[in-house]
């Protein structure tokens, strides 16, 4: 069941999550047309409400998720193999760096949106087993008694390698799952894990089923942002914990000088030479452009992170 659509966000002030609501506008965004007429306003809110931006390009709304779909769908297969271009290998080490934010629990319950290739779903597999293989060991050496059958008897009796814990990657393109599913066939995961297509805005799980929500470098794409936000708050149990790894502004102006020149000139041909679509590419740069400054005030007063000269950022929050 969906969340009701409204323009109520979710966002960390301390204790959790709380409305962001004021008089039916959203924080942190003011009106510039205050002293237009009323019938001006009206028509410029209500043209505002049915477009949006794809890239630098203003398109209608229920035409954007269509033309998202068709990108990912055309960069599917090449999908790594570009990223590791497009970042020289460093968005590895973010995606490292948001698990290590995450620190999941055994048993811990996690969604993974728009994570079609599984990257978070597979390190939060091997983190969590490790971790319950260490547990597994400090257990055995308390009991430095048992005899090797004893051992191997109790190894064998413990089935479940990742201690209860499960993730499920849910994605709107079923190119990308595709993609994901067989990296996991060829990695050998195979426990603890499940594809689901679904959208972001509109999430096919019950109420207080997951502990942990993430979402790498997807919620920029989505159509509302301020839905998939409710949505997030819907799925995470009462204590869970929401976390988005995302683009951000560079804050260094001489590297926000070279970022442009290497995002502009450099990525679209990197796309066009290795998987032979130029226009993808340079959507996925314009769309950083595009995201939203207000992201940080919809989770307002969120744990913020900033990493790698702010070309990236990890935003956090808590649903109690």
């Not at 959203?26 to 931006?53: I, Y």
């Not at 290590?100 to 983190?127: C, E, H, S």
Request: aromatic residues 10%; hydrophobic residues 40%; charged residues 25%.
């Amino acid at each position: 069941m969906a969340a009701p659509k409204s323009c109520a966000l979710w966002s960390y002030c301390g204790r959790g999550w709380s409305r962001a609501m004021r008089g039916g506008q959203l924080l942190g965004l003011r009106s510039s047309w205050s002293g237009a007429p009323l019938n001006a306003r009206l028509l410029s809110q209500e043209k505002r409400a049915t477009e949006t931006h794809f890239g630098f390009e203003t398109v209608p709304e229920e035409e954007k998720g269509g033309k998202v779909y068709q990108v990912f769908e055309s960069v599917a297969k090449k999908y790594d193999v570009m990223n590791d271009m497009m970042s020289l290998g460093i968005h590895r080490v973010w995606k490292d760096l948001l698990l290590w934010k995450m620190r999941p629990l055994p048993g811990t319950q996690l969604l993974d949106v728009a994570g079609g290739t599984g990257d978070i779903a597979f390190r939060f597999l091997n983190y969590v087993q490790s971790h319950h293989q260490n547990k597994q060991k400090r257990q055995l050496r308390a009991q430095q008694n048992l005899s090797w059958e004893e051992i191997a008897k109790k190894y064998q009796n413990e089935e479940d390698s990742l201690g209860g814990s499960r993730v499920v990657v849910c994605d709107i393109n079923k190119e990308m799952l595709k993609v994901g599913k067989q990296k996991a066939l060829a990695q050998g995961y195979r426990a603890g894990l499940a594809w689901v297509l679904g959208d972001a805005e509109e999430l096919p799980f019950d109420d207080d089923k997951f502990d942990i929500y993430t979402i790498a470098f997807g919620i920029r794409n989505v159509t509302h942002i301020d839905q998939a936000l409710q949505e997030a708050h819907r799925v995470l149990k009462p204590g869970g914990r929401f976390l988005c790894l995302e683009f951000s502004q560079v804050n260094n102006p001489l590297i926000s000088r070279l970022y442009d020149l290497y995002s502009f000139q450099v990525i679209p041909v990197l796309g066009e030479v290795i998987a032979g679509d130029w226009k993808s590419y340079q959507y996925l740069v314009e769309s950083i452009r595009r995201f939203p400054e207000e992201f940080k005030e919809m989770i307002e007063d969120a744990a913020f992170t900033s990493l790698t000269s702010g070309i990236v950022a990890i935003h956090s929050g808590l649903n109690c």
